[in-house]
Nanobody, 119 residues
């Protein structure tokens, strides 16, 4: 079955950096476009970064463009999100899942990883 395990979240000061990882299993990782999503209390989960299955195409939400970098290692079944110049409004639980260019998320989600940006 699909398993997605996110890690790397932490409490950081504004302007700080974090590198999130997502270990995927239970499906052929390299066959799907993948995305990072985030969710804050009372709000719907939103996609902030997307990478195509062959890494050729990458898209970012305007709110993170220029600060976040999504990448993937298909040999390791792992998705990454390098987050720089973090802002308090980046505070959220971050999730990975299939997504982008008509690929919808799997029904199964991981627990996510908490990112808190605060001084």
């Amino acid at each position: 079955q699909v398993q997605l395990v996110e890690s790397g979240g932490d409490l950081v000061q504004p302007g700080g950096s974090l590198n999130l990882s997502c270990a995927a299993s239970g499906f052929v990782f390299g066959r799907y476009h993948m995305s990072w999503y985030r969710q804050t209390p009372g709000k719907e989960r939103e996609s902030v970064a997307r990478i195509s299955l062959g890494r050729r195409t990458i898209e970012y939400d305007e709110s993170v463009k220029g600060r976040f970098t999504i990448s993937r290692d298909n040999a390791k079944n792992t998705l990454y999100l390098q987050m720089n110049n973090l802002k308090p409004e980046d505070t959220a639980v971050y999730f990975c899942n299939r997504g982008g260019w008509n690929d919808l998320p799997f029904d199964s989600w991981g627990r996510g990883t908490q990112v808190t940006v605060s001084s």
